[in-house]
């Protein structure tokens, strides 16, 4: 006993921590809701024009434009989540008491963001989410089984976010300032995940490329589950298999970091 | 004591320009002690502004028009919606920090000074970065002008400029409201996002692309149309939405003032609440 | 209305008051207006030149009452004037006239060298060119911030800071200083050197300073009067000695002797307090000298080692409420 109960009380404060801002969270929601208006216009005139582009038929462009706006903060696509504090531990040194805590430095931060994720999608997904629904015409599933697949692909997709913008914040091992690291990675990843446009939407071998990427993992795969565009079990394979390297990925880099900072005398 | 009338407010405005003007420039030259620093941030700014453009682009790989509207028009609304917020973000976007500085007190250190508040807090922090913004919307406005066939009259190219600082000047509003908001609601400057960053994100596309209610909304209750949507279309020649006569189009620099004043009112009626309440 | 300066008032309040509305929550949803008196009814003069300590309790009103004198906050009531100018009414005219330093909170750019901070005063408060230069190498020379004023204030140490904020607040030649905090978190070499520029501040400009601390050495040190403010109400004011007589409040001497003994035998009122091994506490009225005291334990005593503790100030207040519940 003991190492699960202790991430899991990780994960908790995690949570706890962001649902403290309760008028910071009200305020994302308004704005991920303007957002969403806006963004739904565009897409319903795009599908206008090209009535089942990228498969997709008005309803399922509309729901997907709602579940972006749900999953951005989630995902922390834009940025938001634990990476740019990590950073800050890096580059003052707070990050060797971390290293000295008998607990994985990975598995420590994996679990507070999953919490701070599961707020996120809680406090600042759902509400955009069903003002979209209640509002406009969407294609959601009455079956609870692909709901079920659904947050399975979301949170793959989160293990998947977590395991990229992990990688990002390690980079400050080696970079002075990664501040422009971790911008570039978030703008890389508003276009890879699909929260630029649905990648099924880019043209040609783009298309084929981004679709591979580990960042498909997030957004769109998600969005493709819950609209019936994707056999489940191949999406968790994919997300998955992306999760497992990235994390592993993750695991080389740290420890390399890791034998750095013990050269270096922490 | 009975100075404080017309020569009072003027002497103020000059005052806080000469003030913003000072610390404006104090910033510019900590900027370009940082030249290499100066150069990624802005171009990373650019980048992140492109962003939009880009899926714009997205979009007309698969289609040939939005709206009713093509490439061309579409980036000559893109353009003149970028260089106009872009100008407002430069000029004043460190506003969105104001929640911050009620909250950690450091707002009195600035009321303690013989300039006005709002000059202080615009002047905060001036990121010369944003550059990049401005130069990613002129560039999508060159190209714009570059292609489109516009059938050019001296009013057409005087509206060009006049567009511009009014619609910069709209959008100063806005963030000079936002930022009288958060002495209300400290925590809430995301809220600011949907009007700003949002407003400009809307502008980007046709008018004929948004239901109509939003349109009338943007036209008569946050009048973000006067930015760039009813003088463009009188430009490219294009029916707006709505019925409105023709000489609307020349009435951005009106609504700007109109704008200008209706938010200085609420930031003063903002700074008076915090000064009453010291929160 | 024009405006004579009193020579026995250029600090006036009188009657000023500040309430707020206080907003609590008392369940889910459920919120609870109550108004709090965060200064009640305070009358004072401070005159021209007077160097005066503002003390009290956290939450006392010590910092609502700066805010107000320098026009942060507006007034809920009575009248208030520094230099015949209503603070909240002419605030940026007041702003010439006054230095006023936040222990907590710089006035300084936070990411820029020093230097610059200054540059930028030197220009915002319109100083002439020649008063800017001499206040300028006054200050540094004084403070000792020749090495400092390239350096990025958030990279200076808190006293650093806080002697960079002093200078900030005199290049300007205000004629009142307000200090909130001024020593607050800062070594005892830092404080030494902040209390003595002030002395000669006061002592050679005549600049009006007003103080608020929670450290009574710095009123000891530096002030002849003092004024205690407690829940929003001016409990005392006077010279410190009475502040000392109005609280009863005492000094504890500390003694170690060299083996443990029985309590000493001290000449009334001093007497022990508490004993530990051959350590003794012993309390005296804190107006005083501990000489005499010293003197006689030395002459009688094994002496080893000695201390001497100031009374703190929530110590002193907290007796003088018990004055008045026994009066």
Same mark, same amino acid.
């Given at each position: 006993?003991?190492t699960?109960?202790?991430?899991?009380?990780?994960?908790?404060?995690g949570?706890?921590?962001?649902?403290?801002?309760r008028a910071?969270?009200?305020?994302?929601?308004f704005?991920?809701?303007?957002?969403?208006?806006?963004l739904?216009?565009t897409?319903?005139?795009?599908?206008?024009?090209?009535?089942?582009?990228?498969?997709?038929?008005q309803?399922?462009?509309v729901?997907?434009?709602?579940?972006?706006q749900?999953?951005?903060?989630?995902?922390?696509?834009?940025?938001?989540?634990?990476?740019t504090?990590l950073?800050?531990r890096?580059?003052?040194?707070?990050?060797?008491?971390?290293l000295?805590?008998p607990?994985?430095?990975?598995?420590?931060?994996?679990?507070?963001?999953?919490?701070?994720?599961?707020?996120?999608?809680?406090?600042?997904g759902?509400?955009?989410?069903?003002?979209?629904?209640l509002v406009?015409d969407?294609?959601?599933?009455?079956?609870?089984?692909?709901w079920?697949?659904?947050?399975?692909?979301?949170?793959?997709?989160?293990?998947?976010?977590?395991?990229?913008?992990?990688l990002?914040?390690?980079s400050a091992?080696?970079?002075?300032?990664?501040?422009?690291v971790a911008?570039?990675?978030?703008?890389?990843?508003?276009?890879?995940?699909?929260?630029?446009?649905?990648?099924?939407?880019f043209p040609g071998?783009?298309?084929?490329i981004v679709?591979?990427l580990?960042?498909?993992?997030?957004?769109?795969?998600?969005?493709?589950v819950?609209?019936?565009?994707?056999d489940?079990?191949?999406?968790f394979?994919?997300?998955?298999?992306?999760?497992?390297?990235l994390?592993?990925?993750?695991?080389?880099?740290?420890?390399?970091?890791?034998?750095?900072?013990?050269?270096?005398?922490g | 004591?009975?100075d404080?009338?017309?020569?009072?407010?003027?002497?103020r405005?000059?005052d806080?320009?000469?003030?913003?003007?000072?610390?404006?420039?104090?910033?510019?030259k900590?900027?370009?002690?940082y030249?290499?620093?100066?150069?990624?941030?802005t171009?990373?700014?650019f980048?992140?502004?492109?962003?939009?453009f880009?899926?714009?682009l997205l979009?007309?790989?698969?289609?040939?028009a939005?709206?009713?509207?093509?490439?061309?028009?579409?980036a000559?609304?893109?353009?003149?919606?970028?260089?106009?917020?872009?100008l407002?973000? /430069?000029a004043?976007?460190?506003? %969105? !920090?104001? =929640?911050r &500085?009620?909250?950690?007190?450091?707002?009195?250190?600035l $009321? +303690?000074?013989?300039?006005?508040? /709002?000059?202080?807090?615009?002047? %905060? !922090?001036? =990121?010369? &970065?944003r550059?990049?913004r401005?130069?990613?919307?002129? $560039? +999508?406005?060159?190209?714009a002008?570059?292609?489109?066939?516009?059938?050019?009259?001296?009013?057409?190219v005087?509206l060009?400029?006049?567009?511009l600082?009014s619609g910069?000047?709209?959008?100063?509003a806005?963030?000079v409201?936002?930022?009288?908001?958060?002495?209300v609601?400290?925590?809430?400057?995301?809220?600011?996002?949907?009007f700003?960053y949002?407003g400009t994100?809307?502008?980007?596309?046709?008018?004929t692309?948004?239901?109509?209610?939003?349109?009338?909304?943007?036209?008569?209750?946050?009048?973000?149309?006067?930015v760039?949507?009813l003088?463009?279309s009188?430009?490219?020649g294009?029916?707006?939405?709505l019925d409105?006569p023709?000489w609307?189009?020349?009435t951005?620099?009106?609504?700007?003032?109109a704008?200008?004043?209706?938010?200085?009112?609420?930031w003063?009626?903002g700074?008076?609440?915090?000064?009453?309440?010291g929160? | 209305?024009t405006?004579?300066?009193?020579?026995?008032?250029?600090?006036?309040?009188?009657?000023?008051?500040?309430?707020?509305?206080?907003?609590?929550?008392?369940?889910?949803?459920?919120?609870?207006?109550?108004?709090?008196?965060a200064?009640d009814?305070i009358?004072?003069?401070?005159a021209?030149?007077?160097m005066v300590?503002?003390?009290?309790?956290?939450?006392?009103g010590?910092?609502?009452?700066?805010?107000?004198?320098?026009?942060?906050?507006?007034?809920?009531?009575?009248?208030?004037?520094?230099?015949?100018?209503?603070?909240?009414?002419?605030?940026?005219?007041?702003?010439?006239?006054?230095?006023?330093?936040?222990?907590?909170?710089?006035?300084?750019?936070?990411?820029?060298?020093?230097?610059?901070s200054?540059?930028?005063?030197h220009r915002?408060?319109r100083?002439?060119?020649?008063?800017?230069?001499?206040?300028?190498?006054?200050?540094?020379?004084?403070?000792?911030?020749?090495?400092?004023?390239?350096?990025?204030v958030?990279?200076?140490?808190?006293?650093?800071r806080?002697?960079?904020?002093?200078?900030a607040?005199?290049?300007?030649?205000?004629e009142?200083?307000?200090?909130?905090?001024?020593?607050?978190?800062?070594?005892v070499?830092?404080?030494a050197?902040?209390r003595?520029f002030?002395?000669?501040?006061n002592?050679e400009r005549?600049?009006?300073?007003?103080?608020?601390?929670?450290?009574?050495?710095?009123?000891?040190?530096?002030?002849?009067?003092?004024m205690v403010?407690?829940?929003?109400r001016?409990?005392?004011?006077?010279?410190?000695?009475?502040?000392?007589?109005?609280?009863?409040?005492?000094?504890?001497?500390?003694v170690?002797?060299?083996?443990?003994?029985?309590?000493?035998?001290?000449?009334?009122?001093?007497?022990?307090?508490?004993?530990?091994?051959?350590?003794?506490?012993l309390?005296?009225?804190?107006?005083?000298?501990?000489?005499p005291?010293?003197?006689?334990?030395?002459?009688?005593?094994p002496?080893?080692?000695?201390s001497v503790?100031?009374?703190?100030?929530?110590?002193?207040?907290?007796?003088?409420?018990?004055?008045?519940?026994?009066?």
């Open positions: 006993m003991g699960g109960r202790l991430y899991a009380a990780v994960a908790v404060g949570f706890r921590r962001y649902a403290t801002y910071a969270t009200a305020a994302g929601v704005t991920n809701t303007v957002f969403g208006l806006i739904v216009y897409y319903l005139a795009l599908w206008d024009e090209r009535p089942q582009l990228g498969g997709y038929d309803a399922q462009a729901t997907y434009v709602w579940l972006g749900a999953l951005l903060s989630t995902l922390a696509i834009g940025g938001g989540g634990f990476e504090e950073m800050e890096i580059r003052t040194g707070d990050v060797a008491i971390d000295y805590r607990a994985d430095l990975q598995l420590w931060w994996l679990a507070g963001d999953l919490g701070r994720a599961l707020f996120q999608l809680l406090g600042r759902v509400l955009p989410f069903a003002f979209g629904a406009f969407v294609a959601l599933p009455s079956d609870p089984a692909t079920g697949a659904f947050l399975v692909a979301v949170l793959l997709g989160m293990v998947v976010s977590f395991g990229i913008r992990y990002v914040a390690l091992f080696w970079l002075l300032d990664g501040t422009g911008q570039m990675a978030w703008l890389l990843s508003f276009f890879c995940s699909g929260m630029l446009l649905p990648l099924n939407v071998v783009l298309g084929e679709r591979a580990p960042w498909s993992s997030m957004l769109q795969a998600p969005a493709d819950l609209l019936g565009q994707a489940p079990l191949g999406t394979l994919f997300q998955g298999a992306w999760a497992v390297a994390l592993a990925a993750g695991r080389l880099v740290q420890s390399a970091a890791t034998r750095r900072v013990v050269v270096q005398g | 004591m009975g404080i009338g017309h020569v009072g407010q003027t002497g405005v000059a806080g320009l000469r003030a913003y003007r000072l610390i404006v420039a104090m910033w510019i900590s900027t370009m002690a030249r290499a620093s100066f150069v990624m941030t171009v990373g700014n980048a992140a502004t492109a962003l939009d880009v899926a714009i979009m007309f790989s698969r289609v040939d939005l709206g009713g509207y093509t490439l061309p028009e579409i000559f609304l893109y353009g003149l919606s970028g260089v106009a917020f872009g407002a973000d /430069l004043i976007g460190s506003m %969105d !920090r104001l =929640g &500085r009620v909250r950690d007190g450091t707002l009195d250190t $009321l +303690v000074r013989p300039v006005p508040v /709002l000059a202080q807090v615009a002047a %905060d !922090r001036f =990121g010369l &970065r550059l990049g401005v130069a990613q919307g002129a $560039l +999508v406005l060159g190209y002008l570059a292609t489109l066939d516009i059938d050019w009259t001296p009013q057409k005087l060009m400029p006049v567009m600082l910069a000047a709209i959008f100063c806005v963030f409201a936002g930022a009288a908001f958060q002495f609601a400290q925590d809430a400057s995301e809220v600011q996002n949907a700003t949002g994100t809307l502008l980007q596309y046709p008018p692309v948004f239901g109509k209610e939003l349109v009338r909304g943007v036209t008569f209750v946050l009048p973000l149309a006067f760039n949507w003088p463009a009188y430009i490219l294009r029916p707006y939405p409105l023709q609307v189009a020349f951005p620099p009106l609504v700007a003032v704008c200008c004043a209706l938010a200085g009112l609420a003063r009626a700074l008076k609440t915090y000064r009453s309440t929160s | 209305m405006v004579t300066e009193d020579a026995d008032g250029f600090i006036e309040l009188d009657r000023v008051e500040k309430v707020f509305d206080v907003r609590k929550k008392t369940g889910f949803l459920k919120r609870e207006r109550r108004q709090v008196r200064v009814s009358s004072f003069r401070v021209r030149g007077e300590g503002y003390i009290g309790p956290n939450g006392a010590k910092s609502t009452t700066i805010k107000m004198l320098t026009g942060i906050l507006t007034p809920s009531g009575g009248r208030l004037r520094v230099a015949g100018i209503d603070p909240s009414r002419e605030r940026t005219r007041l702003a010439h006239r006054i230095g006023v330093v936040f222990g907590q909170r710089t006035t300084l750019w936070w990411d820029l060298p020093l230097i610059d200054y540059r930028l005063m915002m408060y100083i002439p060119d020649a008063r800017y230069r001499a206040n300028l190498d006054r200050c540094v020379e004084l403070l000792q911030l020749a090495d400092l004023l390239d350096v990025p958030r990279q200076l140490s808190l006293g650093q806080m002697r960079g904020d002093i200078a607040a005199l290049l300007h030649d205000p009142v200083l307000y200090l909130d905090e001024p020593t607050i978190g800062l070594d070499i830092s404080k050197r902040v003595e002030l002395r000669d501040l002592a005549g600049t009006t300073v007003l103080l608020t601390t929670h450290d009574l050495q710095d009123i000891e040190q530096l002030c002849s009067r003092v403010i407690d829940h929003g001016l409990m005392y004011d006077g010279p410190l000695a009475g502040l000392h007589e109005a609280g009863e409040s005492e000094r504890t001497l500390v170690d002797l060299d083996r443990e003994l029985p309590p000493i035998d001290a000449p009334a009122p001093a007497r022990v307090v508490r004993v530990e091994g051959p350590r003794q506490w309390a005296f009225p804190a107006a005083q000298s501990a000489a005291l010293v003197a006689r334990i030395a002459a009688e005593y002496l080893v080692d000695l503790r100031e009374p703190d100030i929530e110590a002193v207040i907290a007796r003088m409420y018990e004055e008045r519940a026994i009066t």
